[in-house]
């Protein structure tokens, strides 16, 4: 009998009760203002947006290269791959990226014309910046030229040996870097890192009241 009492009270002392509403701390206009950064431009958002801004392909070329820039011309033809990165610690919110691309150069000689098939590495930081009064800027630095993964190839033994004599591998990462500066001031790019975000909430508002607004009379009844 005793035993049995025990049971009972055991029993009734490992029924649930109703669940306790969990009640959000107060938080501070400023760390709701870093918590939204950082949130909303984590890591994998960035990284799909620099992939959807930059695009598959880039091209750019010819351009003077050589001595005096006469000697010879470069134009390039560049396949962009998923970009990859990590956040980088600190006060501001910035990500190290990098920045895959399978390219083919082709150098036009005055008596030739050869073909570099490459694949790079570029290494961008980017950096988010706020301003007032509701403005995000995000900072994309690009490399130095020593900075830059080249892994250059050649068919064709007067490739090598130009590629060796003229030092070809450090002109070609200096034309990479022309090609990056010239992508990046591109007005499309510019929209894309400077961002009103009153301006955005406005558009994007008629959506969001949809979530939340009643759906009809029927909504106002329940």
Same mark, same amino acid.
């Given at each position: 009998?005793?035993?049995?009492?025990? =049971?009972?009270? &055991? *029993?009734?002392?490992? @029924?649930?009760? /109703?669940?306790?509403?969990?009640? /959000?701390?107060?938080?501070?206009?400023?760390? #709701?203002?870093?918590?939204?950064?950082?949130?909303?431009?984590?890591? =994998?958002?960035?990284?799909?947006?620099?992939?959807?801004?930059?695009? =598959?392909?880039?091209?750019?070329?010819?351009?003077?290269?050589?001595?005096?820039?006469? $000697? +010879?011309?470069?134009?390039?033809?560049?396949?962009?791959?998923?970009?990859?990165?990590?956040?980088?610690?600190?006060?501001?919110?910035?990500?190290?990226?990098?920045? /895959?691309?399978?390219?083919?150069?082709?150098?036009?000689?005055?008596? *030739?014309?050869?073909?570099? &098939?490459?694949?790079?590495?570029?290494?961008?930081?980017?950096?988010?910046?706020?301003? *007032?009064?509701?403005?995000?800027?995000?900072?994309?630095?690009?490399?130095?030229?020593?900075? @830059?993964?080249?892994?250059?190839?050649?068919?064709?033994?007067?490739? +090598?040996?130009?590629?060796?004599? +003229?030092?070809?591998?450090?002109?070609?990462?200096? #034309?990479?870097?022309?090609?990056? *500066?010239?992508?990046?001031?591109?007005?499309?790019?510019?929209?894309?890192?400077?961002? =009103?975000?009153?301006?955005?909430?406005?558009? +994007?508002?008629?959506?969001?009241?949809?979530? $939340?607004?009643?759906?009809?009379?029927?909504?106002?009844?329940?």
């Amino acid at each position: 009998m005793v035993d049995m009492v025990d =049971d009972m009270v &055991n *029993d009734v002392g490992s @029924i649930e009760g /109703p669940p306790v509403p969990v009640v /959000p701390a107060p938080g501070s206009y400023e760390s #709701f203002g870093v918590h939204w950064v950082r949130r909303v431009l984590h890591k =994998d958002r960035i990284l799909r947006t620099v992939d959807q801004v930059l695009g =598959d392909q880039i091209a750019l070329g010819p351009i003077g290269a050589g001595p005096g820039r006469t $000697f +010879a011309s470069v134009s390039f033809v560049g396949r962009y791959h998923p970009t990859t990165g990590t956040e980088i610690p600190g006060d501001l919110l910035a990500y190290a990226i990098d920045l /895959p691309i399978s390219v083919v150069f082709h150098l036009e000689l005055p008596l *030739d014309r050869l073909t570099f &098939n490459a694949e790079v590495v570029v290494p961008l930081v980017l950096i988010v910046h706020t301003e *007032d009064p509701l403005k995000l800027r995000l900072e994309l630095q690009t490399p130095r030229e020593d900075q @830059i993964g080249l892994e250059l190839s050649t068919d064709t033994r007067r490739g +090598a040996m130009i590629r060796k004599i +003229a030092g070809l591998d450090g002109e070609l990462r200096r #034309f990479l870097l022309k090609v990056l *500066d010239t992508e990046l001031s591109k007005p499309y790019v510019q929209r894309a890192t400077h961002l =009103d975000m009153e301006e955005l909430i406005d558009h +994007a508002w008629p959506m969001l009241t949809e979530q $939340f607004l009643p759906k009809g009379p029927e909504d106002r009844l329940s």
